[in-house]
Structure formats: C-alpha cells, structure tokens
C-alpha cells in the first residue's frame, strides 16, 4: 500500500471514530488546503455526505478569494456550514492593528470559537494541523483534550499506542481530534493532486509570488514563487528550502508565544 492511501485510510478511521464517539461533532474549516483534504475526507469516510457541521471562524480579516472559495465549496460539496465571529470583539475594534497578535489571535478566534462551542454545544472538533507545521504542534495526540477555558495541557496528554485513542473526557472538557497529525505538506499536496481537489487560487504564483499558508491578510505574507500548478508546487516543495509558514506573523514569533497561544485554545 502506497504512503498516501495509508494516510488517508488512518485519517478515515480516526474521523468515523469521532464520529462513534462524539454526539455533537463539527470540522473546523479554515478553507486552506489542509482543513479543505480533511473536508474531502470526511466526505470519503461517510460516502459522499459530510454528517456535522462544518466551521469557518471569520476574523473579518481574511482574504476576500477565501471568501468566495468558501462559498464556491459548500454549494459545491452541500456542506452544513456555521461561520462562528466574535462580534462583540469586533465592535470593540479588536483587530490586528492593536499590535498584539496573542490578544487578537485569542479574541477572534479562540473567544469566537468558545463561543461557537457554547451555541451548538460541540463535544468534539476535528481539525487539519500536522505535526510538521510547528514544533509546538509536535507535541499534540490524535484525540486532544481542552478544558472549559480551552487549556490544553501539552505537559499532561494521554498515551496513544497501538492505534488505541483515548477519547473519554469529562461533560466539562471538549476533544479535538486531529486526523492529519501525521501528513507532511507535500502529503497533502500530494493527495490534492491524486484526488483532483480545488484549491484556492492564493497558492498558485503571480508575479513571482504566492501564498504558501493561508490566514488573515494582515498576518500573512506571499513568499518568493514561480509556481502556478499543482506539479510545480510539488516540485517546489520537494526541492526547496523555505518553511511552510514562513509567511506566518504567528509563526515569526518565539516558541513561548506560540506555545502560549495553543495553551489558550489556538488552533
């Protein structure tokens, strides 16, 4: 069996587990390339229909093709769509101009997804970050608890060995479950290829620059490019030297910052 079909069989089966043990499940969807497999994979393990919600949390600064890409795929794909925002962050002028990224990283989109989880009542997350996009990341499981203030104790996780999760949280906790966990960036891109996924048009090389990871448009950066198609992605990423988030403001921080943000509940 070929790596990418081991990948995705392991992503099927963690996600219909979430499925068996969640009442109230949803997928977080950042419409990026990573969270939009994850999409298709859902749709895989449930024979085309995708049986929860999906979430798209709007800081209201995102690009505006992420936008019409997401619009684009729930009508495409007939996804249950939940956009969670903080308005009330938002009518405080909470935004990347503050300076702060850990303050608007945590209001627009941990507060937002609180309060998401507090509406629906989500008892389980599935979410598309892999072990190699930060070294923080790293240190996550499979199936990830959060407690009621969305503190994920990275120094206390539970064991997960022979394929064995532990999913069995207290009614205060919610679980985040991360089918990704062990796909690389030229996996995914791989996969995008194989399975002839769309992919946002802010990938693809204009002007001798593109998007390597997508978020909001103040905290990201196009990096140095000439790759406009799937092939030439790959091809750059098997070749090349640049680290996937390298235009990332999140990711230009020093490790406690970024370990701080995830201890708060970032994604």
């Not at 002028?93 to 627009?108: A, D, I, R």
């Not at 448009?217 to 406009?228: E, L, R």
């Amino acid at each position: 069996m070929d790596r990418l079909t081991e990948l995705e069989n392991r992503s099927i089966y963690i996600i219909r587990e979430a499925y068996h043990q969640f009442g109230r499940l949803a997928a977080l969807w950042s419409v990026g390339k990573d969270s939009t497999a994850l999409v298709w994979l859902c749709k895989k393990a449930f024979f085309g229909d995708v049986p929860f919600p999906v979430v798209h949390i709007d800081t209201s600064y995102k690009f505006p093709e992420m936008y019409s890409f997401r619009d684009e795929m729930v009508a495409r794909w007939g996804l249950d769509l939940i956009v969670a925002r903080n308005e009330e962050a938002l009518a405080r002028g909470v935004g990347p101009h503050e300076g702060s990224k850990l303050n608007c990283c945590t209001e627009l989109k941990t507060n937002a997804l609180k309060q998401c989880i507090a509406e629906y009542g989500f008892e389980g997350l599935l979410l598309a970050i892999r072990r190699d996009e930060h070294g923080i990341r790293a240190k996550e499981r499979y199936f990830s608890p959060r407690d009621r203030q969305f503190r994920w104790n990275y120094e206390d996780q539970p064991p997960e060995l022979w394929d064995q999760y532990t999913s069995e949280v207290d009614e205060e906790f919610h679980l985040r479950v991360h089918p990704l966990l062990e796909w690389r960036e030229l996996d995914v891109w791989l996969y995008v290829r194989r399975e002839n996924l769309p992919v946002n048009p802010l990938y693809f090389a204009r002007d001798g620059k593109r998007y390597r990871s997508l978020g909001c448009k103040t905290c990201c950066s196009p990096v140095q490019s000439n790759a406009s198609t799937v092939d030439e992605i790959i091809e750059e990423i098997r070749t090349g030297r640049t680290a996937e988030r390298a235009g990332r403001a999140q990711d230009k921080e020093d490790a406690y910052t970024m370990q701080k943000l995830r201890a708060l509940g970032y994604m």
